[in-house]
T-cell receptor, first 110, second 115 residues
């Protein structure tokens, strides 16, 4: 069956360290993969999109990798700050659909 | 540009009632999708509308329905409400050029509580 897993329901990181979140999927062949941030009581906010032919994408302190052989994406936040605390969702776009992972709740402690 | 707006923001209903939620997409966006988010199931896709037609549908019962108007505004309706329908209902819009689902911009959601 098709599955998306975001390892670690919750992750606690010391401020200033790099946070690394994982998204694994099975039985999909997504053309795109996206990462979103969601704060409590609000809708997800788009952060980054990476295409299947791209290995890495960066935006300011964010970096995403996409390994279609391993069927895995890694999401990194460098120099993490308490304001980065939120739930982060990965989403696959196999074709005309978008499928979300269950999210990882990231907490950055001062 | 104004973002995606959803009304109402909060709603309390009782079992057996029906409810209609509204979504206004970002100006110029043609695709509107609806999602249900619960703590147990996460974010689940309900359906997507494009040019007033339902283009994709998730695995929800027929009690969940929607429509899109010519100005791209969308409504979703849930009939015969059940306790398990309590959730945050999110609407997302995208420009969707060349027929691909692209970056989605989410509204703040409607928090539905069924008593």
């Amino acid at each position: 069956s098709q599955k998306i897993e975001q390892n670690s329901e919750a992750l606690n990181i010391q401020e200033g360290k790099t946070a690394t979140l994982t998204c694994n999927y099975t039985n999909y062949s997504p053309a795109y993969l996206q990462w979103y941030r969601q704060d409590p009581g609000r809708g997800p906010v788009f952060l980054l999109l990476i295409r299947e032919n791209e290995k890495e994408k960066r935006k300011e302190r964010l970096k995403v990798t996409f390994d279609t052989t391993l069927k895995q994406s890694l999401f990194h936040i460098t120099a993490s700050q308490p304001a980065d605390s939120a739930t982060y969702l990965c989403a696959l776009l196999p074709q005309f659909k978008i499928i979300f992972g269950s999210g990882t709740r990231l907490s950055i402690r001062p | 540009k104004a973002g995606v707006t959803q009304t109402p923001r909060y709603l309390i209903k009782t079992r057996g009632q029906q409810v209609t939620l509204s979504c206004s997409p970002i100006s110029g966006h043609r695709s509107v999708s609806w999602y249900q988010q619960t703590p147990g199931q996460g974010l689940q896709f309900l359906f997507e509308y494009f040019s007033e037609t339902q283009r994709n549908k998730g695995n929800f019962p027929g009690r969940f329905s929607g429509r899109q108007f010519s100005n791209s505004r969308s409504e979703m309706n849930v009939s015969t409400l059940e306790l398990g329908d309590s959730a945050l209902y999110l609407c997302a819009s995208s420009f969707d050029d060349r027929g691909r689902t692209d970056t989605q911009y989410f509204g703040p959601g409607t928090r539905l509580t069924v008593l």
